[in-house]
């Protein structure tokens, strides 16, 4: 490239505000410290050029991983870095990294993850879809129980499907904890209208602690219990959460530590109280 001269700099500017046009803000921002790079080391434009591009499409995904990250709702301290694996089956430890890279969302597949209250099904399904965003998806994290109510209130305003296009831009959309839910049947029918919208096109992350023998208590009805799991389950993976309870292990382990903690304070009081008649002595 030339050196930059003062014919250079009124073309960069110029260069500048037609990218701030074509919105390319990170193009126009660095062209100008780009090109007396470039003339420092001998680029082509061509270099020059593409150096720039990739400036402009780095930025342009972080800021929107960063998007998602706010819109997705997931639980700030559930993620993979948090994530226990040691409490994992050897069979979900092996299947997780797979489930992260987004090959199931990527082909509309279901993720349905079931097990006992507290044993960690929440957290690990929201570590994944920290790690779907990170991959350029849409995730979207609610309570079952609050996606029913939204569902129900678009449908009274005679917008539900609008409210139904809004949740088909999230490539997978966690539905958590589905067996809380018992429902009237204008409550179900919101529900299994938005699982069938996305059969075979979105997928849908469902942690239950309800099996699905049981799911009549969610559908009412046993056609539409049918016809739901159908749906579910003929393009998922299906997860099992087994072992103790997080929350009954940390609990255990905190009155553990109180109770050394005490036992540690008596201990000390009972030496000082001896030591002090020792020396009244």
């Known amino acids: 490239m030339t050196p930059v001269d003062a014919s250079s700099s009124s073309a960069l500017a110029s260069l500048a505000i037609m990218m701030r046009e074509l919105k390319l803000p990170t193009f126009a921002r660095h062209a100008e410290e780009i090109a007396q790079k470039a003339e420092r080391e001998g680029w082509t434009f061509g270099k ?82 920290y790690e779907l965003i990170q991959r350029g998806y849409r995730v979207l994290f609610t309570p079952t129980y609050a996606l029913v109510q939204r569902l129900l ?27 809380y839910v018992q429902q009237s049947r204008d409550e179900m029918e919101v529900l299994f209208t938005f699982l069938a919208e996305r059969y075979e096109r979105r997928s849908v992350i469902i942690t239950s602690n309800v099996v699905f023998s049981e799911w009549d208590r969610i559908f009412k009805d046993p056609m539409t219990t049918a016809a739901a799991i159908d749906r579910l389950v003929h393009h998922a993976v299906i997860i099992e959460m087994t072992g103790t309870s997080v929350r009954a292990d940390t609990a255990g382990q905190t009155m553990k530590e109180d109770t050394t903690t005490v036992t540690g304070t008596t201990k000390t009081k009972d030496k000082q109280a001896t030591n002090e008649v020792n020396g009244e002595l």
């Open 48 to 129: 020059y050029l593409h150096h720039l591009a990739e400036l402009e499409i780095h930025e342009r995904r972080r800021r929107r991983i960063e998007r998602f990250m706010k819109d997705s709702d997931l639980l700030p301290d559930k993620t993979l870095a948090t994530l226990t694996r040691a409490r994992l089956t050897p069979k979900v430890a092996k299947m997780l990294p797979t489930l992260c890279e987004g090959g199931f969302v990527e082909r509309g597949d279901n993720l349905l993850t079931f097990g006992l209250p507290g044993r960690g099904k929440t957290h690990l399904v929201c570590a994944i879809g």
């Open 153 to 179: 209130a678009a449908k009274r305003d005679l917008r539900l499907e609008k409210e139904l296009a809004t949740l088909d831009a999230y490539d997978a959309v966690i539905l958590d904890d589905i067996g």
